[in-house]
């Protein structure tokens, strides 16, 4: 997990299809917010696969699926999901 003032990152790395730990380390952030009354913003969490072979299930965060988005924004570099550089230098131009 990546943190930067009120925001957090969570990076996952998915082997043999097997996204369990994945999904418990999310799980375990949302239960940890609720038992230090934080709320993870569903309306405000983005979920980006990185992958050629399949795109998983939304991942959900207390019943409710975020949005997968095919680019995100992080520590001003633009970083899609086919980890091209085209989205993020026509923003800089």
């Not at 405000?44 to 072979?53: D, F, G, H, R």
Request: with cysteine.
């Amino acid at each position: 997990m990546v943190t930067f003032a009120d925001d957090n990152t969570v990076l996952g790395l998915i082997r043999n299809n097997d996204e369990m730990a994945y999904r418990d380390t999310v799980s375990q952030l949302a239960a940890w917010c609720a038992r230090n009354n934080l709320e993870l913003n569903v309306n405000k969490t983005v979920e980006m696969v990185i992958s050629s072979a399949r795109t998983p299930p939304p991942l959900l965060i207390n019943s409710s699926a975020g949005q997968v988005v095919n680019s995100v924004k992080f520590l001003g570099l633009t970083i899609t999901s086919d980890l091209k550089w085209e989205t993020h230098d026509q923003a800089h131009l």
